[in-house]
């Protein structure tokens, strides 16, 4: 499980979070939302060590993530992170793409799982493709692939559905779906796309003006109020 408490986080000598509690559990999605410049990615990026954090305290199954950790010491302890914009490297071929999610991995576990490739069939007709050379949709679908391949415990997905076409949203949705009903991972989700979200979500946290104006369970979020809060 992630547990957040009281992080805070600047750029220079702005402040962008205040104090940002919440919890991530395995076999559930846990949905940031709110408006554009609220703090979501910005959060993101303290969670996987991308951008070191102001304050507060960060554990990840009982083990302790200090301000000064680096991004790929988070990696190592199950923290996926797939940003957004996707970031595949464009002049690696896919196979090599996915093949950078064995840096956390011990040799014995060098292989990418066959699953990758059930949930995403698509990369195993293009695995000698550049990644640049693949859709945006199909990026997406490598960088997520690329993230599970380092078998996370803690799925930081950020804008997942950014530019995507529908049928594509569709088989991410599905994925994410299945990831979360495996039991053993935890899913944060930032995502604008409101009804993508919701209909995931088993539990929504939603910021304002770098701070959470939200933290409830589905049961306890009417669809409507939560549509209010992260409305502009």
Known sequence: MLNIENLTLHYGHSQILYDISMQAKPGAITCLMGTNGVGKTSLLKAISGTHPRSGGDMTLNGHDMPKGMPAYNRAQLGVGYVPQGRDVFPLMTVRENLETGFACLPKSEHFVPDEIFELFPILKDFLHRRGGDLSGGQQQQLAIARALVA??????????????????????????????????????????????????????????????????????????????????
């Not at 989700?189 to 088993?202: K, S």
Request: hydrophobic residues 45%; without cysteine.
């Open 151 to 232: 078998k996370p415990t803690l799925l930081l997905l950020d804008e997942p559905t950014e530019g995507i076409q529908p049928n594509i949203i569709k088989q991410i949705g599905e994925v994410i779906k299945y990831l979360r009903d495996k039991g053993d991972m935890a899913i944060v989700l930032v995502e604008q796309f409101f009804d993508f979200a919701f209909d995931l979500g088993d539990h929504f946290v939603a910021l304002e003006r770098g701070a959470v104006i939200h933290d409830a369970t589905k049961a306890d979020t009417p669809r409507d109020v939560l549509l209010k809060k992260v409305s502009v």
